[in-house]
Nanobody
Framework: QVQLVESGGGLVQAGGSLRLSCAAS????????MGWYRQAPDVQRELVAL???????EYAESGQGRFTISRDNAEKAVYLHMSILKPEDTTVYYC?????????WGQGTQVTVSS
């Protein structure tokens, strides 16, 4: 059974940094796109950043210049380094991965940015 396990969320002051990590376990087959989404209560889940298997990246405008996504194919892991964090970045962040066996989501990790 494939699982995505996230870590790295927490409380940080505005202007600070956090690094989110997500690693897959189980028989995933080939790894395709991996990324991060976030979702506030009563709001549609939105893309934060995505990295394709060839290294191509995509960022939401809100994170441009502040967030950096990376991946480790050997570890089936994806990371999100977030800097210059703002209170409006506060929400739950979800890891996302597309494998040859299917698409999966992590359980979510809370990021709280205090002003």
């Amino acid at each position: 059974q494939v699982q995505l396990v996230e870590s790295g969320g927490g409380l940080v002051q505005a202007g600070g940094s956090l690094r989110l990590s997500c690693a897959a376990s189980g028989s995933t087959g080939a790894t395709h796109a991996m990324g991060w989404y976030r979702q506030a209560p009563d709001v549609q889940r939105e893309l934060v950043a995505l990295v394709e298997s060839d290294g191509t990246t995509e960022y939401a405008e809100s994170g441009q210049g502040r967030f950096t996504i990376s991946r480790d194919n050997a570890e089936k892991a994806v990371y999100l380094h977030m800097s210059i964090l703002k209170p409006e970045d506060t929400t739950v962040y979800y890891c996302y991965a597309e494998f040859s066996v299917g698409t999966y989501w992590g359980q979510g990790t809370q990021v709280t940015v205090s002003s």
